[in-house]
């Protein structure tokens, strides 16, 4: 056929597809292949259509009959990768290209392609390759360094050998040499060789490199370079001449990176014998530059202070002017820069004469003026910071916090008058002072572990986020707050007026999704939680596409400096702890909204071992930092007003992952001598790489617990921990008599996503090893016996408890219904009609019975307390009581009674909902899931 | 007193004190991830000695001929930093930048009409407006014109000693955002 011919027919399809009319390309495209059924192009773009609109099964079997013909025509390669892309089929995708390539060895872009292929997946080997057969063929400088960059690549890849490493490196170098034009002609390419050398260690010919006239140009327009070039000098003890060129850039080019001055300092104090004259030398010089800057700009004068505390640490000969002064005159003259706060944080650790003389300056500055100016607001909000730092114990009382909290908040109050022009986008200049009164309220309640203080706080931090409605500092309280009161619904709604998305969702997402599970209405059929887990989620498939495709934009552009940085990034949001903690949240709130099938149960059991097996490498980019943290005696607000005393990270999650994984695979029929990798290692994008060696066996090390990882847990998380362990091992060897031989993995959604379509005929089938007779009879342990009693017991108490938070209950509650449905999957197998090997008779299965009877009333009075509960929530009178806690604070013109008012409404009725949907849940569970589970029907949703 | 470095991809996971504020806005990976990859050097970082960003900014190198300039895509500095000269400091780098490495002939960015702190501080960092882009910016809320709209200002580098690139009357030159993206 003529290419216009061609074109022509597809055309089309093509306009049709980029207009995301996948419908009818694909109409399009089965109108052409009737007439043309061998049309390899109209076919490839079926494929892709079918892709889009999630006929997946379909495409992949279209896919490999026409990966099978090994296609080489380009519009069919172009429309491929498209399809295998998005199955995530990368392997596939090199092989398609490697055949298309090996047959037009000439092809530039062919190579590119099979180049990019395997960059992708991080295939450098092979990369390093098939970049070399191309600088082969075109003598193009620039696959000699995609070469490069790719060998250096393998040598620091973890699934090579360490002994590979120099080998690799200095291939690399041997490359470089034999390139045609010097590498400084590119600052990437040169920067490529300098990371080589210095990989090697070959400081000296490094430097020498950068010292050149075209280096030392280099540098000055090259963040990077000059980064790099310091730290090698500094390797190589140049000590004198990088003094001398930190000095000239303070001086000659009034350069002012902090980094200089630390330059400057380290060198100045660097390991010498002239050093009590260098200290004077530099001394002199800092003290001139901040004379020199005023308040024009601040490095010099912190400088200084930095330049004090490291010869103070060292003591080495100290400044005439006593160190407290140096902060006094610091204070004086930035005191009005809002950053001063944190300047001097890592400077007033002081003890005894010192750090009276500094509380007294700080006592003394007179605030009386702090609503005059807004230099003088910011002035004061400093005074109060550094005053609240350096409280003693003593100091820390209620009486005394409470006069604390009042004063900020006056002094809040008053100074909104200096922002009351301003339009309602900008921040208000008081807003710190709303923060500080909210801090000391949250402080009282943990001194005094009285809600009212916390509802002070709510008060004045939803008035603040009105008067400054883009402050996203008090939100951030706010939602910590509204999750200890048991108003999640609020929480929610300050979380998304922050509008967190992208990248945010892996660093914030705990903000609303830390242990979610106690809030979640899934047994209600409000999936609002389980929607939050996977639109956060996203990210992390977003990560896998676009950062591979950045690393190939970055090789097209030659900027080898951001390859490795690119790579790094992708690995720690992959591996990120978030993810997997999201993910687990998921699994706890969705067995509450669906049947557990065995097909369920299959897969993320499958899913969860093959995450436990990759989470030693986890990466924690969970963001605390956003923070105000402004609390005395070292106290932190994150950890205030966290549920629970630690927040979950990894080990909190090792914690949950072993404990459900152990319940999954006694309920599950899959050979447990399987591990995830075996399962979905074989086609990953990256591999498990490394594994110890000598690791103990899965089985082992998921029954191993860790006392750190133990720690982590709530004391009712602890015993809900402690129910299911011993409920397993009681059940354990019924469970190995009952259960029929071990099932090979048929690979469902999980398998078909990571393309690993292959995977299942690598698993081998063992052989039955069930016992022949049912082991004798035991009693369950008193701890699986007595657990919902006291749980109830332990529920009734929180509930009644004044001093306890309204979410320890819920927490009680809604682990209680986890217990209750981990429970059922568990002894799925047992109770099921037929499906048990043991006798009806047997005292096991009388007591697998009587159990969950045991557990079914005490949850359901659960349920039954909350709703009543609820009920009593929202009234005039606990609305009254709300208000009363909160007298402090309101006063006739500002915080007045019907905001108060307000307030209490909006948290009283958010709590009702939630007690009275989670005992409503509650009930629906104990009768819903009271029927038994649901093995081999049933909905599954995916994950 | 901070540290000016360049932008770093993992500097992503750490920004959020910067891009909470509502006048910062959050992209997507492959947009910051593409600026890395091409122009590196126009994409630098302020943080605090103690680790904090402070602020951004990234920029690219795009037109042709004597349109060939140094563009600041975003600049950007966290609340708690603002009115402390970072701006001014990261425009100095990327003004050098694209000067020495790129030898563009001008630096343009694109700023909301209403608002009015940041454009005072580049006329006083010597870019003035050159044209007034209409409808650039999705809305904030209020809906008037200088909130959506976007001004277009230049300053001239040391390729355009006779300042081609600028003009006295931009204010009152206005154009469609279609003609300019």
């Known amino acids: ?943 | 007193m901070s540290i000016l470095r360049s932008f770093r991809a993992t500097d992503l996971l750490k920004f959020n004190n910067i891009n909470l504020d509502i006048w910062t806005e959050t992209y997507s990976i492959s947009f910051y991830l593409n600026y890395l990859a091409r122009w590196p050097d126009l994409c630098s970082v302020q943080q605090a000695p103690n680790g904090r960003l402070m602020g951004y900014v990234f920029g690219k190198a795009e037109g042709h001929n004597e349109e060939w300039h140094g563009h600041v895509t975003a600049l950007t500095v966290a609340p708690e930093f603002r009115r402390m000269g970072l701006g001014p400091k990261m425009m100095n780098l990327l003004e050098y930048v694209s000067d020495e490495a790129y030898q563009g002939f001008f630096v343009d960015l694109y700023v909301r009409c209403n608002n009015h702190v940041a454009i005072k501080m580049y006329e006083g960092l010597g870019y003035s407006v050159y044209r007034r882009v209409r409808e650039y910016y999705g809305s904030l809320g209020s809906g008037s014109k200088d909130e959506e709209d976007a001004f277009d200002m230049r300053k001239p580098l040391s390729r355009d000693p006779m300042r081609r690139s600028i003009r006295a009357n931009g204010r009152s030159v206005i154009v469609s955002a279609s003609s300019v993206s």
Request: hydrophobic letters at 35%; proline letters at 5%; one cysteine or more.
């Open chain 1, 1 to 943: 056929m003529s290419n216009t011919l061609q074109e022509r027919q597809v055309r089309p399809i093509y306009d049709a597809i980029d207009l995301g009319q996948f419908k009818s390309a694909l109409q399009t495209c089965n109108k052409i292949l009737k007439k043309q059924p061998n049309n390899e192009l109209v076919k490839t773009l079926k494929c892709l259509a079918m892709v889009r609109i999630g006929k997946i099964d379909e495409a992949v079997i279209l896919s490999d009959e026409i990966l099978a013909k090994k296609p080489s025509d380009e519009l069919v390669l172009g429309a491929m990768s498209n399809v295998l892309r998005f199955l995530s089929r990368h392997e596939d995708m090199i092989v398609m290209y490697e055949d298309a390539y090996k047959k037009n060895p000439t092809n530039e872009e062919l190579g590119a392609q099979t180049f990019m292929a395997n960059v992708r997946v991080g295939n450098w080997k092979a990369a390093q390759q098939v970049a070399t057969k191309m600088h082969k063929n075109s003598k193009d400088d620039r696959y000699l360094y995609w070469s490069i960059m790719s060998t250096v690549l393998q040598a620091s890849d973890l699934s090579t050998d360490p002994a590979m490493r120099p080998i690799l490196l200095k291939l690399a170098l041997r490359l470089i040499e034999s390139s045609g034009s010097p590498s400084i002609a590119s600052p990437d390419r040169f920067y490529l060789n300098l990371t080589v050398l210095r990989d090697l260690e070959r400081y000296e010919e490094a430097l020498n490199l950068l010292e050149g006239d075209v280096g030392k140009h280099l540098c000055d327009t090259s963040l990077v370079l000059e980064e790099l070039r310091h730290e090698l000098a500094m390797t190589l003890g140049k000590r004198e001449s990088e003094l001398q060129i930190a000095r000239t850039r303070l001086t000659e080019r009034r350069d002012r990176n902090w980094l200089t001055f630390i330059s400057l300092i380290d060198c100045t104090l660097a390991d010498h014998q002239e050093l009590e004259a260098t200290i004077n030398e530099t001394r002199k010089l800092i003290t001139s530059l901040a004379q020199e800057d005023g308040t024009s700009d601040r490095s010099a004068a912190l400088a200084l202070l930095e330049l004090e505390r490291r010869c103070r640490e060292k003591e080495l000969p100290k400044r005439d002017i006593p160190f407290v002064e140096s902060l006094k005159s610091y204070f004086v003259t930035f005191g009005d820069k809002p950053a001063c706060f944190e300047d001097l944080k890592p400077y007033i650790d002081l003890q005894g004469e010192e750090r009276e003389d500094w509380t007294t300056f700080l006592d003394t500055r007179d605030l009386s003026n702090a609503s005059g100016s807004i230099s003088e607001l910011v002035r004061s909000i400093n005074v109060f910071k550094l005053r609240r730092m350096r409280l003693i114990e003593e100091e820390v009382t209620v009486e005394k916090e409470e006069e604390r909290a009042e004063q900020y908040l006056r002094a809040y109050l008053a100074a909104l008058s200096l922002g009351k022009g301003l339009p309602s986008t900008e921040l208000q200049p008081a807003d710190d002072l709303a923060i500080l009164a909210a801090s000391a309220y949250i402080n009282l309640y943990d001194l005094s572990k009285s809600i009212s203080y916390l509802n002070c706080a709510t008060c004045v931090l939803e008035y603040a986020s009105q008067r400054s409605k883009h402050a996203f500092q008090h939100r951030l309280l706010l939602i910590r707050l509204y999750r200890l009161v048991g108003a999640p619904s609020l929480a929610l709604e300050h979380y998304r007026q922050m509008n967190i998305k992208q990248v945010q969702n892996d660093t914030l997402a705990h903000l609303i999704l830390a242990r979610c599970a106690t809030f979640s209405l899934t047994s209600n059929g409000d999936l609002t939680y389980l929607q939050e887990c996977l639109e956060s989620s996203q990210i992390y498939s977003s990560n896998n596409n676009e950062t591979a495709d950045m690393v190939v934009k970055a090789f097209q552009f030659e900027k080898y400096s951001q390859i490795p940085e690119f790579i790094e990034f992708e690995d720690r949001l992959d591996s990120s702890v978030q993810r997997d903690l999201t993910k687990i949240e998921h699994v706890r709130m969705r067995l509450a909204h669906e049947p557990a099938t065995t097909e369920t149960i299959d897969t993320e059991l499958v899913e969860l071992k093959f995450l436990y097996e990759r989470s030693q490498f986890h990466h924690d980019n969970r963001d605390f930092s956003v923070f105000p943290e402004y609390q005395p005696l070292g106290k932190l607000i994150n950890t205030q007003t966290g549920m629970g005393e630690v927040s979950p990270g990894e080990e909190w999650l090792t914690m949950w992952m072993k404990m459900y994984i152990i319940c999954f695979e006694l309920a599950s029929d899959l050979d447990p001598a399987l591990d995830g990798q075996a399962i979905l290692g074989g086609d990953k994008s990256k591999p498990l790489n490394p594994i110890d060696k000598d690791r103990k066996a899965l089985s082992a090390r998921l029954r191993e617990i860790s006392e750190d990882d133990y720690k982590t847990l709530t004391p009712e998380e602890r015993r809900l921990h402690s129910f299911t362990l011993a409920l397993v091992s009681w059940l354990e060897p019924y469970n190995t008599y009952c259960r029929p031989p071990p099932q090979p993995f048929v690979p469902g959604a999980i398998a078909l996503a990571n393309g690993s379509a292959n995977a299942a005929k690598k698993v081998p089938k063992p052989a039955p090893t069930a016992p022949s007779e049912p082991p004798p009879s035991t009693n369950p342990p008193e701890s699986v016996l007595n657990y919902f009693d006291e749980l109830e017991k332990r529920f009734r108490e929180t509930a009644e408890t004044s001093t306890a938070l309204p979410w320890e209950a819920l927490h009680i509650a809604t682990l209680g219904q986890e217990a209750l449905i981990l429970y059922n999957i568990v002894t799925a197998r047992f109770r099921l009609g037929g499906a048990s090997k043991l006798k009806k008779s047997d005292p096991v299965m009388q007591s697998i019975k009587n159990l969950r009877t045991k557990a079914l009333v005490a949850l359901k009075d659960i349920g039954g307390i909350l709703v009543k509960i609820g009920e009593t929530d929202a009234t005039p009178e606990t609305r009254k009581e709300f208000f009363e806690s909160c007298q402090s604070i309101t006063s006739p013109n500002d915080i007045d009674h019907d905001f108060v008012f307000g307030v209490a409404k909006k948290v009283t009725d958010a709590r009702k909902k939630v007690r009275s949907d989670i005992g409503k849940g509650l009930e629906r569970i104990c009768k819903g899931q009271g029927q038994g589970l649901v093995l081999g029907a049933g909905p599954s949703t995916g994950s």
